[in-house]
């Protein structure tokens, strides 16, 4: 009979991922609207981009894992003309994750999923390459609005 240590509980990585798209939210509430749609740095995406990419990963990926479905990736959904559509559609995907991840028994995040039809990870991997992307990102959302003159909400802030 083996034992698997636990270091942090389903529940609090949950809260830690939630943090993270707290803050993330508050980045998004930051910009102004033309420059959420317009602004990049060096050739980057605007945040908008960006924005998308995090909406097409955190819930369909969740729905994807929780039902074992493989589709692809697909960041050119339509999330709307304004920053509030925007707004609306991440507190939307923020419910979907809560769902999808009450769905997810605990003994499932060791069994490997194939990603999008491309990378074959175990699940609990997948799932801390969310956060970290999402962290990536709204790096870039900072140094685009501190290049804007904003000060960006405190990131120990979640």
């Not at 910009?31 to 995406?45: A, H, I, L, Q």
């Not at 339509?78 to 995907?93: H, I, S, V």
């Not at 999008?116 to 799932?127: L, M, V």
């Not at 959302?141 to 120990?156: N, Q, S």
């Amino acid at each position: 009979m083996t034992t698997t240590a636990q270091v942090i509980s389903k529940e609090d990585l949950l809260k830690h991922w939630q943090g993270h798209r707290s803050l993330t939210r508050r980045v998004i509430e930051a910009f102004p609207e033309k420059d959420f749609f317009e602004f990049s740095v060096g050739g980057m995406r605007t945040f908008a981009e960006l924005t998308s990419e995090l909406l097409a990963i955190g819930a369909p990926a969740m729905k994807g894992i929780v039902n074992r479905e493989v589709k692809p990736y697909d960041e050119n959904t339509d999330n709307g003309k304004t920053k509030a559509e925007y707004l609306a559609k991440w507190d939307k995907a923020t419910e979907e994750i809560n769902h999808y991840w009450s769905l997810l028994p605990l003994e499932d995040f060791d069994k490997t999923f194939n990603l999008f039809g491309q990378y074959e990870f175990p699940i609990i991997h997948n799932i801390l390459y969310f956060i970290d992307n999402e962290i990536h990102h709204r790096g870039q959302g900072y140094v685009y609005l501190r290049a804007l003159g904003i000060e960006p909400p405190f990131f120990w802030e979640r």
